[in-house]
Each structure stands twice: as C-alpha cells, then as structure tokens.
C-alpha cells in the first residue's frame, strides 16, 4: 500500500497526477480519480471569481494524510493519491484530486467516492468565495455533513 | 495566539495576551469572547479547535507560561 498526499500552492494538474497514479497501479485491475473544480457561481447564485483557501501549517497537510490513510485501509487499496490546492484559486481550476487503485473496481469507486466525502467535511481549510457580492466564508452543507455519516 | 479564518478576520492573525496561571482554554476562550463580542460565536462553535504545540486540546486543557494557543474556526472542508 503507498499513500501520497499533497498540498499544492500551484496550479494543480490532473493529468500529471493521474499518470502518476497509474505508473503506481501496473498491477492493479482498476483505478479511479475525481477532480473538483472552483465552482463559478455560489450556492446563492452569485458569480464567484475565486476561491481563497486558507491553511494550516501543520493540521491541513495531517487531515489530508489521515482521510487518505483511512481509505487505503478501510478498501485494501494499492495507492491512494491526493493533491489539494490551496491559496488563492481561479473560478474553474482543478481545487482538489483523489484517486484509488485497488485489484478490482469497486474498492477502486468506493473509496474514491469515501475520500471525498470525508475531504468536503474533514479537511481543514477555511474557505472564502470572493465575487461581485464580495467575500463570504463557506462551510459544509448538511447535505455534505450527510453525505459523510453515510460511511460511519 | 493565533487565529485563522473568520477568527483572523475579526481578531486579527496573532495576539498577545497575558493569561492567570493555571488557565484554561475555556477560560481564554470566554476572555477573548468578551473581548470581541462579534467573534463570540465562533470562538463558542461546537466545531471549533484548539491547537496547543503539536496537539489539538480539549477545554480543560490548562496553559502554561510558554504555550502558544491557536484558536480554529469550524474548518470549511475542501
């Protein structure tokens, strides 16, 4: 089992990652990734330019780690990969990658839907939509909150 | 002390304060509610941290001289 996680300031790109994925999984039957992108509209239905992702020096990094070290347990992956952005984010660029590989492909969905659900409520980051309505913190939904205790 | 998030915002990222011996974080947290009444609510959150050296602490934690404290905002997720 390998594990690889990262913060990522930068442009994060899911082709690189997910090659990188792959060249871990040879001897898997199955990987699965999902790519989040900045939304450009709010939930309220304003227009949304960016997305401000503010981090932890040490606990961001570590709940990423920990989400991903659960779900390669949790489904017997082979890999787990996740680069999360943070900083200051364009409406429309990749915000966060996870991918799984594992020997067959429900363990591979499974976790990459786990991983998710577990990073919209769990990751720690405080997050800013900036727009024409100006700047608004965001917080999980209920329907997110819900979506995580479907796995407890 | 540090903050993040909303906390930064309304506190601002660092401040420094003078503690009685043997406090807790609940009673900073109390002290700092008072303080910034427009802050009081999320210091109150049942969602929110705090972070003393390299561990996240419970309220009865009790403070000691050298101690920084951060105080975290329910987190946002990803």
């Known amino acids: 089992m390998s594990v690889a996680v990262r913060l990522e300031e930068n442009a994060l790109c899911p082709d690189k990652e997910l090659k990188a994925l792959l ?3 040879a001897g898997d039957g199955a990987v699965v990734c999902f790519t989040g992108l900045a939304r450009p509209g709010s939930k309220a239905g304003e227009a949304v330019c960016r997305l401000i992702l503010e981090h932890h020096p040490v606990l961001t990094l570590r709940s990423l780690q920990e989400i991903a070290v659960e779900a390669a347990t949790r489904f017997d992956l082979s890999h787990v990969h996740v680069v999360h952005r943070c900083g200051d984010i364009a409406a429309g660029e990749p915000i966060v990658f996870a991918g799984a590989a594992a020997l067959h492909r429900r363990a591979a969905f499974k976790a990459a839907d786990y991983l998710m ?3 919209k409520t769990e990751a720690l980051f405080w997050k800013r939509e900036v ?3 100006g700047s608004q ?4 939904t ?4 819900a979506d995580r205790e479907r796995w407890d | 002390m540090l903050f993040y998030g909303r906390l930064a915002e309304a ?4 401040l420094e304060v003078v503690v009685s011996p043997g406090s807790s974080v609940a009673d900073v947290r109390e002290t700092l509610a008072a303080q910034h009444p427009d802050a009081a609510a999320v210091l109150r959150h049942k969602r929110s941290l705090s ?7 419970r309220d009865d934690y009790r403070l000691v001289a050298t101690d920084t404290i951060e105080f975290l905002p329910p987190v946002s997720g990803g």
Do not use: C, K, N, S
């Open chain 1, 23 to 25: 060249a871990q999984a």
């Open chain 1, 117 to 119: 659900d577990r990073l």
């Open chain 1, 131 to 133: 727009g024409d309505a």
């Open chain 1, 137 to 140: 913190w965001i917080e999980p």
């Open chain 1, 142 to 145: 209920q329907a997110d909150y």
């Open chain 2, 11 to 14: 506190i601002g990222p660092e």
């Open chain 2, 51 to 57: 972070f003393v050296g390299d561990r996240l602490v």
